[in-house]
């Protein structure tokens, strides 16, 4: 880069305008604005053609070896989100490549998202829409769409950082008793939301909701497969919110099918967009989104700040706000 030259960002889709006006002010900004979201090769062309800056769509750029391996420039890869699955950290970090993420801008919005599919899950709220809209409804049916209830019910959450949190906030108001697994205990979680630390087996045999609220990581990849889904009760509805490979995809559509639990809300897919015809999709005892979970107008503009400053931030030599990889940021 030039003396004086503007960095080069690229913008992986058409991001909200309250982040781009900000980075606009100190880069120049090439913005995807497809529908769909930059294709590989773009992003690419970008990485080959100087970007110091990517602001990347999570989970669905992929910035890995191959892609730093054209990126003579590339400073800082700034994601539309919390979830980091999409870079390999390890790489950036040996390569002094800043990876940001913007934690506190979804957390409630996306533990909403996990209540709505869970209350659209128990009360069969697609099934009952798509009843009315069929014209098939006669008369007052006491036996029609009957559901599990929420109130009063144990919720398991799988993962207590902040979204789990949230999620388990809202599990009080239901008058819901409250379990957690994860890796360590967390107590002011528990103070706040009255949460039991459990084992991950005990939790899924307890449990008549289990949400899954953990990042993507090794550890957590394919967590949930037949074993774990025949611990749950049959009667239990599975939620997820977290990412697709948190689940074995194919395992989950088999117990569906078998009845080993009764139901599933799922906003996120191994691979997205899922297949209509994937095995899990054709289970009608399961609520899906299309990964759905920060989708508001409000938080999509948060996020959008909040990764551009992380941009700037970074090419400017400020150390970014939200830095999933430290060890690159030497004060
Ligand atoms: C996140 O923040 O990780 C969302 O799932 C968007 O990828």
Known sequence: MATGARPKVFCSWGFPEAGLAILREHADVQ???????????????????GAAGVLALPPTDRLNVEAMDLAPDLKVISGFGVGFDYVDVPEATRRGIAVCNTPGTLTETTADQA????????RHVPEGDRYVRSGEWRKYEPALLLGTDI????????????????????????GMRILYAGRS???????????????????????????????LTAETRGLIGTRELELMKPTAILVNTARGGVVKQAELAAALRAGTIASAAIDVFEVE???HDDALVACKNAVFAPHLGSATFATRARMSRVACENIVAALEGRRPPFLVNPAVWQD
């Open 273 to 275: 967009p899922v297949a």
């Open 31 to 49: 913005v995807w604005d497809g529908p769909d979201g930059a294709p590989r090769d773009v992003l690419l062309d970008a990485l080959r053609n």
């Open 115 to 122: 209540w709505a599919l869970m209350l659209g899950a128990a």
């Open 151 to 174: 109130h009063g019910a144990t919720l398991g959450v799988v993962g207590m950082g902040a979204i789990g949190t949230a999620v388990a906030r809202r599990a009080r108001g239901f």
């Open 185 to 215: 205990r967390r107590p002011e979680a528990e103070a706040e939301t009255g949460a039991v630390h459990v084992p991950l087996d005990d939790l899924l045999r307890q449990s008549d909701f289990v949400s899954l609220n953990c990042a």
